[in-house]
């Protein structure tokens, strides 16, 4: 084996097995973090992403290419940082490419659509006012709807057991939407918690 191509797949192992090192620790370790700044602030790029922040990801994404020791290292960082930042981002499409690029497994369809939604109602900074505007707007006819839909069903039920007033439909129209967005909430994180987890293992293991 040529003494380049050794020498990169040992870079290779060292940086992964850095970034599977520094993945249990918190902000300000990594932040303190010297020795592997490169895979520190990538993981904090991550990280950021995973919170849509995309300009603290991006922030993170430049300091690690900086601190990146050669063009091995920073061609997977630059890989890592596509696919983080599409997610920040909210670009669906990109994320796909992204993380097919960077060899983990792509979001399945239900993921890539729920972002899409996510960045109707919630679109990034860099969207535009337009974009914002049509996000509120779509936010508060969702909120709308779901109440109404709330109230149908508990004034339905009242009705067939013998009457119910409007403001008691109301009020346990409103509880009953509570409660059912608790439940899909409590459950979409766990499972936003697990599908990230395995994805970032992804990405610790192949990153070079």
Not at 153 to 177: P, R
Request: no cysteine; hydrophobic share 50%.
């Amino acid at each position: 084996m040529p003494k380049q191509q050794r020498t990169m797949r040992i870079e290779q192992r060292s940086q992964m097995a850095a970034m599977q090192e520094l993945e249990s620790r918190s902000d300000d370790e990594l932040e303190a973090e010297t020795k592997h700044k490169a895979a520190a602030q990538a993981i904090l790029g991550y990280r950021a992403a995973e919170r849509y922040d995309a300009k603290a990801a991006r922030g993170h994404f430049q300091r690690a290419l900086a601190a990146a020791r050669g063009p091995q290292e920073r061609a997977g960082i630059r890989k890592m940082a596509d696919a983080s930042l599409a997610l920040a981002e909210r670009r669906a499409d990109d994320l796909k490419r992204a993380t097919e690029r960077l060899g983990v497994e792509a979001p399945t369809k239900r993921q890539l659509r729920s972002l899409q939604f996510l960045g109707l109602i919630a679109p990034p900074a860099s969207a535009g006012a337009l974009a914002r505007i049509r996000g509120i707007l779509i936010a508060i006819v969702l909120v709308v709807a779901v109440l109404a839909l709330g109230f149908g069903i508990v004034y339905g039920i009242g009705s067939a057991a013998g009457g119910i007033s409007v403001q008691l439909a109301i009020f346990y129209g409103l509880l009953l939407v509570l409660i059912v967005l608790g439940v899909v909430a409590f459950v979409g994180r766990r499972r936003q918690k697990r599908a990230q987890a395995q994805r970032a293992e992804q990405i610790a293991s192949r990153s070079p």
